[in-house]
């Protein structure tokens, strides 16, 4: 038996470990903040479901993302494209901005988010 710890106990499970791969997202709204995951090559990203040109979703449809042909996360509304390890803009009207990173924990085979670190 494993027994946790307050602050594990705290922590919103989100995926497995390994569980999206390049090319796949997921989007979850936590207590009203809007986080998206996006498997890469080097691991699964955390990040605000928002773009840093209008702040609008980077779905086109529930849990639905665009991936251009080169592995980018594509913004369905203007264009913008983002590196999916590092969240950085490098095409588009935002281009040299960035997605808002956030800090994953590994929690076991477990990949969760502390929903203090949203606020
Ligand atoms: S809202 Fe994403 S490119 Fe405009």
Partial sequence: MTTRTRAEEALIRLCEVG?????QGREFTIQGHH???LGTHKGVRAYR???PHQGRSLTFAPNEF??????LLVCPHHGAS???VTGLCTDGPCKGGSLQGLELVARGDEL??????LR
Wanted: aromatic share 8%.
């Fill in 112 to 117: 969760c988010i502390d929903p203090a670190s």
């Fill in 66 to 71: 665009l991936f251009s042909s080169k592995g």
């Fill in 49 to 51: 479901n928002s773009c």
């Fill in 35 to 37: 986080v998206m995951l």
């Fill in 82 to 84: 983002f590196e999916t």
């Fill in 19 to 23: 569980e999206l791969g390049p090319g």
